[in-house]
């Protein structure tokens, strides 16, 4: 257990050091302490793992220490360490070093560089919190710490409002999805008198909860995990998350906050299973998500808003994945999304900085020969969530879908085109960005080149996980085993839904291969009329100005963000205006007010009986002995 809890506090650590003295500290040295931190807890996070896959490692499941104890229920503060956790910790710890890593160049000239490292050591430590928690306020506690961590980082350039307002719009709309979480946790505690994962597993064995709690309980979860996990309708603070430094969005994308969601529901799945209206419907609004995202993916130009669009899709499908009972193969693409993805926003990161904060893609082309890893590791990534073979991508999407053809022709047909819109937008992203002719100002050309080591050493490590990451789940119609599976085996043994694991019973290895190549072929056809229309056509995105039609309703998101501020929050500042005016300023003001003035106005009455005048003090002495006698001689 102690090395579990260094796991934890070691960033704790880190950012109470960057927060207190950080600031006296070389920016150096403040650097490798932001990093160093994560990568201890990685290196116990691999021994860990590798215990769980050697099997000398046995599940944790220890109570630190009793936190709320009443008659009915005692609420323990508590660490859950099993394959899944396991898996999780991996992630985190991983793909949250090389960011910090990378973060020490890519923010060396920014003045509260000990305080943005301060900013990412708290946020791994409240998702490791989340991942690790052995009970459902663990896990909130953790869950509401990276709400607040994504506010202090997305607006960590505070100076700009528009940065502040996306980290408002962040921060409210997590606090909407994040009711329904808290809302579910009140009943689980109502009904089972505890919060723990297992106890309230085995209480389910021998429960007479009716179903339609069941299904109460994992709906309002669910609608926790729309909100962190960036689904409809709760999607769109997540592309403007983008507002935030390069590696906090591939924080956010890759590693930790929006993956809380998909980890949230696989560790219920216990729950998840005896409700499949609710899996259905998840199923639904995560294929939904994923063609709606996917679409307006097509037409962005910016490059970190391409690939937040893109997050929000490819999160639709791992959700569709968890909606029809394939847990591990939710898993699987999380852990390959988190390879490719963190890559990729890394990647825009080192091209925006070698164009001084450009993120337009129609200002950028031919930068594959001024930045040449950034462009191979960038291209292995894009093939990568393409799903080309043999990249990872190819692996963890053809089983999700492979999971869905089984499940429901309509669900498999609506994210295989959601997974071709996927390959179009991405290479249409790699043409303009990297190939033709540069497209920028001169002042940008003269200053071209590939970024510094310290990016481009985490790029190549993601790279390489994102081309080899699909070994973690080898179909067994290539004869192999998949490791997932089999790893996670223990965790999701009850999850025995439609559609789990890699092998999909229900499918013949025939169909599994015609799927696989029906999926590889589409995929090559997207990126070749992506080449088509932006290589040999040389097309350019259209001025803003010049959208017309349909593609100008997609290039503004189909306007969701104005129906939302015309629906909620213009009727909201209504509302707020008259409270003020009426509420604050006639009710509470006022009260205020006339209580002064009545205590001015009855002081200044009594003030007059302290006049200074001794006749007046003779006379009122007199009066009250007068008063007295009458009293007790005449009245009594």
Not at 99 to 121: A, G, P, Q, T
Not at 361 to 388: C, D, H
Not at 523 to 536: C, D, E, F, Q, R
Not at 565 to 576: C, E
Request: glycine share 10%.
């Amino acid at each position: 257990m102690s090395y579990l809890l260094i796991i934890i506090l070691l960033p704790l650590l880190g950012f109470l050091i960057n927060a207190l003295v950080g600031k006296k500290l070389p920016k150096t040295v403040s650097g490798i302490i932001g990093s160093g931190t994560i990568f201890v807890s990685f290196v116990l996070s691999t021994i860990f793992f590798i215990g769980f896959v050697n099997g000398s490692q046995q599940k944790i499941d220890v109570n630190v220490y009793d936190w709320i104890a009443l008659p009915d229920f005692t609420i323990t503060f508590g660490l859950l360490l099993d394959q899944l956790s396991a898996t999780w910790l991996m992630v985190v710890t991983g793909i949250g070093f090389l960011i910090h890593i990378y973060s020490i160049s890519y923010m060396h000239d920014d003045e509260k560089f000990h305080v943005f490292f301060s900013y990412l050591n708290l946020f791994i430590f409240f998702m490791l919190l989340l991942v690790l928690g052995n009970n459902f306020l663990i896990t909130f506690i953790g869950w509401e710490g990276v709400g607040l961590c994504s506010y202090l980082l997305i607006g960590f350039w505070f100076k700009n409002q528009d940065y502040n307002n996306a980290a408002k719009k962040a921060f409210v709309m997590n606090r909407i999805g994040d009711l329904g979480f808290l809302l579910g946790i009140f009943l689980l505690l109502y009904n089972f008198h505890s919060l723990h994962f297992g106890t309230i597993q085995t209480a389910l064995a021998t429960s007479t909860i009716s179903h339609g709690l069941i299904v109460a309980i994992t709906l309002l979860l669910f609608v926790g995990a729309m909100g962190k996990s960036a689904q409809l309708p709760l999607y769109t603070w997540l592309p403007d998350a983008m507002a935030g430094p390069t590696p906090v969005s591939a924080l956010i994308h890759a590693a930790t906050m929006v993956t809380a969601g998909i980890y949230m529901i696989v560790r219920a799945n216990f729950l998840y299973v005896l409700a499949p209206e609710t899996m259905q419907f998840i199923a639904f609004i995560g294929v939904a998500t994923a063609l709606f995202a996917a679409t307006i993916g097509l037409m962005q130009n910016d490059i970190k808003k391409v690939l937040a669009y893109s997050t929000v899709s490819q999160l639709g499908l791992m959700f569709m994945a968890l909606g029809v009972g394939a847990f591990t193969s939710g898993v699987f693409h999380v852990v390959t999304h988190a390879f490719f993805k963190a890559c990729l926003f890394l990647g825009s990161g080192s091209v925006i900085h070698a164009l001084h904060g450009e993120q337009d893609i129609r200002n950028m082309g031919g930068l594959k020969k001024y930045m040449p890893i950034t462009f191979w590791t960038f291209l292995i990534s894009s093939l990568a969530i393409s799903g080309v073979f043999p990249f990872s991508g190819f692996f963890s999407k053809d089983e999700i879908l492979a999971a869905a053809f089984e499940h429901n022709k309509v669900l498999w047909a609506v994210a295989s085109l959601a997974s071709l819109m996927t390959a179009f937008y991405m290479f249409r992203l790699v043409f303009l960005t990297f190939t033709g002719e540069f497209r920028g100002t001169d002042e940008q050309k003269h200053h071209l080149h590939e970024s510094p080591a310290l990016i481009t050493f985490p790029l190549i490590v993601l790279a390489l996980l994102a081309a080899v990451g699909g070994a973690l789940g080898l179909p067994e119609v290539f004869q192999a085993k998949h490791f997932l599976k089999e790893f996670l085996s223990p965790v999701l043994a009850s999850a025995n839904h439609g559609g789990e694991g890699a092998a999909h019973e229900g499918l013949s290895h025939g169909t599994e291969l015609a799927l696989m190549a029906g999926a590889f072929i589409g995929a090559l056809l997207s990126i070749g009329y992506a080449y088509t229309k932006n290589v040999s056509g040389k097309a350019l995105p259209v001025k803003d100005e010049e959208q017309s039609g349909l593609g100008k309703i997609v290039y503004n998101k189909y306007y969701v963000d104005e129906i939302y501020n015309l629906l909620f929050v213009k009727p909201i500042l209504f509302l707020s205006e008259i409270f003020h005016d009426v509420v604050d300023r006639l009710v509470v003001d006022g009260a205020v007010n006339w209580s002064g003035r009545v205590s001015l106005m009855v002081g200044g009455q009594i003030r007059k009986l302290q006049s200074g005048y001794i006749g007046f003090y003779l006379l009122a002495m007199v009066l009250s002995i007068v008063a007295m006698f009458f009293y007790v001689f005449i009245i009594r």
